[in-house]
T-cell receptor
Framework: DTEVTQTPKHLVMGMTNKKSLKCEQHMGHRAMYWYKQKAKKPPELMFVYSYEKLSINESVPSRFSPECPNSSLLNLHLHALQPEDSALYLC???????????????FGNGTRLTVT | GDSVTQMEGPVTLSEEAFLTINCTYTATGYPSLFWYVQYPGEGLQLLLK?????DKGSNKGFEATYRKETTSFHLEKGSVQVSDSAVYFCALSDQTQGGSEKLVFGKGTKLTVNP
């Protein structure tokens, strides 16, 4: 069982819809991440929150909007997506996200998003 | 920037065969190195890690040694099982300008083990 829980597991949305992906962890980790994974590709980093502050935005389009309401929760708000945004969206957490921590990331099982 | 190169496969083996998946890296500093595994329909799970030169990470019969002289972190297992069928990702930790840490992944190697 994964310790990082993502909901929903599957999501189909139209290009005019607004939806949100949710991620939760109760390991006391202070860094949380969003990754995007296309089929047969490695995960690509989108955002990192460290101590509830956005620390990394990998030049992600504004139609993706992250939110970290508290240290256990991470949301990804979606609006006006394109079909090419269809992918597996993975959430992950780590103790601090600080360089030198050497702690591995704990991944959730992802949300499979299809944009029609 | 830092990067990871791993053999792309796919790799197909018979049960009890020996497995090697090659991984090399380029880095300006001394990153930690990781192997993650992704089973069908799931997220990534840490398989093993090494944080400094000559460290050997091991788990579930898999091993990898951090070789600074050859900048390599090859994954090995002496006898694979059908249940090892998955995609394996080599990764290193990279430092961002803000002092945060992020993972840089290789492209992944799909392993299929036949009975």
């Amino acid at each position: 069982d994964t310790e990082v829980t993502q909901t929903p597991k599957h999501l189909v949305m139209g290009m005019t819809n607004k939806k949100s992906l949710k991620c939760e962890q109760h390991m006391g980790h202070r860094a949380m991440y969003w990754y995007k994974q296309k089929a047969k590709k490695p995960p690509e980093l989108m955002f990192v929150y460290s101590y509830e502050k956005l620390s990394i935005n990998e030049s992600v389009p504004s139609r993706f909007s992250p939110e970290c309401p508290n240290s256990s929760l991470l949301n990804l708000h979606l609006h006006a997506l394109q079909p090419e945004d269809s992918a597996l969206y993975l959430c992950a957490s780590s103790p601090s996200g600080r360089w030198g921590d050497n702690s591995p990331l704990h991944f959730g099982n992802g949300t499979r998003l299809t944009v029609t | 920037g830092d990067s990871v190169t791993q053999m792309e496969g796919p790799v197909t083996l018979s049960e009890e065969a020996f497995l090697t998946i090659n991984c090399t890296y380029t880095a300006t500093g001394y990153p930690s190195l990781f192997w993650y595994v992704q089973y069908p329909g799931e997220g990534l799970q840490l398989l093993l890690k090494a944080t400094k030169a000559d460290d050997k990470g091991s788990n579930k019969g898999f091993e990898a040694t951090y070789r600074k002289e050859t900048t390599s972190f090859h994954l090995e297992k002496g006898s694979v099982q059908v249940s090892d069928s998955a995609v394996y990702f080599c990764a290193l930790s990279d430092q961002t300008q803000g002092g945060s840490e992020k993972l840089v992944f290789g492209k992944g190697t799909k392993l299929t083990v036949n009975p």
